[in-house]
């Protein structure tokens, strides 16, 4: 994946706007923009640090599209369990489609669970 595309990810994950970035960075909204807009567009290592940090990714993720972390690392910084984050992992490159088909199958696996639990109280 392109910086680009990295980008926006980070972006959609923290639910921010280009506006709302630019002023947790210091960096212009035009210049983000361009970020975004621009396939092979690469910001200075200090603008990537700035976009990094703001966005609690890794320069690495924002230019490569993935973050080398250690299980450790991972279960310090996230409520989740391990597992949720190899699932995640195991998901990336599916598109919106294949995403919803998880989102949907996830959903009825907690309604299945949630009536066969109801029905051992009763």
Do not use: W
Request: proline residues 3%.
């Amino acid at each position: 994946m392109s910086f680009k595309e990295n980008l926006k990810e980070a972006m959609y994950c923290k639910n921010l706007t280009t506006v709302q970035l630019a002023a947790l960075t210091d960096i212009n909204s035009g210049t983000i923009s361009s970020y975004l807009k621009t396939k092979n567009s690469m910001p200075p290592v200090d603008k990537a640090l700035k976009l990094a940090k703001a966005l609690d990714v890794s320069v690495d993720f924002l230019v490569n599209g993935f973050e080398e972390k250690t299980e450790s690392s991972i279960q310090q910084k996230s409520p989740f369990p391990i597992e949720v984050f190899r699932i995640a992992q195991r998901m990336n490159g599916l598109n919106k489609d294949e995403l919803a088909i998880i989102a949907n199958m996830i959903d009825f696996i907690k309604k299945q669970r949630k009536e066969f639990t109801e029905q051992l109280q009763k």
